[in-house]
């Protein structure tokens, strides 16, 4: 039901139960898409995420010149070919490529498009042209790439391409993948090593994927490399389930009394599963099994019950990005366990789709629980037992993944909530309600 964009989550009507399998990894669908839109060759991609982000990022490599045959498969993902622009490079797009909502696109983009004698101006919507570009802007200026306006830190920005980039060696000032991609992506074409090392270790999608295409790249703990040039081949890609939609799951079975969950085919890539680790250390029952890999991502079963002993911890800084986009949900288990939970360093936080930071926050506090930030930290202090007044509304602020942390409130809790605008799930997890409606053991 939906009325002036606020949408009612009713309270499930029984435990979580049973088995399922989450749409596709959004970190893996882009790369799958920008890396074979640079191949020479037709890559076969399955178990795509079908979702506005991905889309942003077929229709840019589609206006730069490359081929996406793609079509729907029976659960719901995209699956088909993808012939690139290979070595002879993109072509000149007719107008600004629009990113949409999604900074994965516009900030990856900047990377493909550098190497090459073309200018290519990169927009999205309302909230990705507050977002900081610099962190991409600037490595890829030390290379030898152009931006225009010159020293302008935000979305619109055009990129000026060259096609004699120099290496760098470059220490990032944050953990960022998105920041480490583009860089390893113009340094697929620049003459010797490229390296990027961060201070501590982000998703290594790229690191993984990279040598299936026939690149030359290395991945370490906290650094990845790549030795140009290189024309990237095409290959086949198989995309697993995404752990950051599989969390939201997870948690509602922790919280929901009853409740006993797996997931099957997720990505259980170590980068990606920290919040695992998290809901571990506070005592929620969660198991991982890996079953198989695809390329050299792991995947496998997350298995979750109902956990009525939840204690708060604290998770330092350094395991802060392995579970980034998962602490605002995180943060509402926080709010249902016993004693303080801090998050050490999630300044990050700030530059997401929104502010999360102030987003959980202010949530918190509209829910009754103590929540706080100390400079990059976030203290929440736990109430078992916590019960929602009826009435509540939340904001989703258009940001996907809040607007399913705050549904988690009304679906595990004893009265509905309001979400505003929460038709932001389409960015990453479209079938979010038909997910637990499946689950749901009446
Ligand atoms: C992503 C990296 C992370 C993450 C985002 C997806 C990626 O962002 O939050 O949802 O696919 O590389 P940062 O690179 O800004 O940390």
């Given at each position: 039901m939906s009325e002036n964009d606020i949408t009612i989550i009713e309270p499930l009507r029984g435990p979580l139960d049973g088995s399922c399998r989450v749409p596709g990894d959004k970190s893996i669908s882009h790369r799958a898409i920008l890396f074979s839109a640079m191949a020479e060759g037709t890559t076969r991609v399955s178990g795509v995420l079908d979702s506005n982000d991905v889309r942003s990022s077929i229709q840019a490599v589609r206006q730069l010149g490359a081929e996406v045959n793609l079509t729907k498969a029976i659960d719901g993902s995209l699956e088909?070919?993808?012939?690139?622009w290979g070595a002879k490079g993109p072509s000149q797009p007719d107008g600004p490529i629009d990113c949409g909502n999604s900074g994965t696109t516009a900030r990856l983009l900047m990377g493909v498009v550098a190497p090459w004698d073309i200018r290519?101006?990169?927009?999205?919507?309302?909230?990705?042209?507050?977002?900081?570009?610099?962190?991409?802007?600037?490595?890829?200026?030390?290379?030898?790439?152009n931006f225009e306006p010159a020293g302008r830190e935000t979305l619109p920005l055009t990129v000026v391409g060259d096609r004699n980039l120099h290496p760098i060696d470059y220490d990032a000032p944050m953990s960022s993948a998105q920041l480490k991609t583009a860089v390893i992506l113009a340094g697929l074409y620049a003459k010797g090593t490229t390296t990027v090392t961060e201070p501590?270790?982000?998703?290594?999608?790229?690191?993984?994927?990279?040598?299936?295409?026939?690149?030359?790249?290395?991945?370490?703990?906290?650094?990845?490399?790549?030795?140009?040039?290189?024309q990237l081949k095409a290959c086949e890609v198989s995309v697993p389930g995404d752990p950051s939609s599989a969390s939201f799951l997870v948690c509602a079975a922790v919280l929901k009394r009853g409740s006993n969950i797996q997931i099957e085919n997720v990505s259980l890539?170590?980068?990606?599963?920290?919040?695992?680790?998290?809901?571990?250390?506070?005592?929620?029952?969660?198991?991982?099994?890996?079953?198989?890999?695809?390329?050299?991502?792991?995947?496998?079963?997350?298995?979750?019950?109902?956990?009525?002993?939840?204690?708060?911890?604290?998770?330092?800084?350094?395991?802060?990005?392995?579970?980034?986009?998962?602490i605002p949900v995180l943060a509402m288990v926080a709010a249902h366990a016993r004693g303080i939970t801090v998050f050490r360093g999630v300044g990050e936080l700030k530059?997401?789709?929104?502010?999360?930071?102030?987003?959980?926050?202010?949530?918190?506090?509209?829910?009754?629980?103590?929540?706080?930030?100390?400079?990059?930290?976030?203290?929440?202090?736990?109430?078992?037992?916590?019960?929602?007044?009826?009435?509540?509304?939340?904001?989703?602020?258009?940001?996907?993944?809040?607007?399913?942390?705050?549904?988690?409130?009304?679906?595990?809790?004893?009265?509905?909530?309001?979400?505003?605008?929460?038709?932001?799930v389409k960015v990453s997890f479209p079938t979010f309600r038909a997910q637990f409606e499946e689950l749901v053991k009446e």
């Open positions: 088909g070919g993808i012939t690139g290519v101006t990169i927009t999205g919507d309302e909230s990705l042209v507050t977002r900081p570009m610099r962190r991409i802007t600037a490595p890829l200026m030390k290379m030898g790439v501590s270790p982000s998703r290594n999608h790229t690191e993984l994927m990279l040598p299936e295409y026939g690149a030359d790249t290395t991945a370490g703990y906290r650094t990845a490399s790549v030795n140009g040039p290189c890539n170590p980068a990606r599963t920290g919040f695992v680790r998290t809901l571990e250390r506070m005592g929620a029952n969660i198991d991982t099994r890996i079953t198989g890999y695809a390329g050299k991502e792991a995947y496998g079963i997350i298995s979750a019950a109902y956990s009525p002993n939840l204690a708060g911890c604290e998770i330092p800084a350094q395991h802060i990005a392995s579970e980034i986009d998962e530059v997401k789709e929104s502010n999360r930071l102030a987003a959980v926050v202010d949530v918190l506090g509209q829910i009754g629980v103590d929540a706080w930030d100390e400079g990059d930290d976030l203290f929440i202090q736990g109430q078992p037992g916590l019960r929602l007044e009826p009435g509540l509304v939340f904001d989703s602020r258009k940001d996907h993944r809040l607007a399913m942390t705050w549904s988690i409130l009304g679906l595990c809790g004893s009265v509905p909530v309001g979400i505003r605008d929460f038709d932001a």
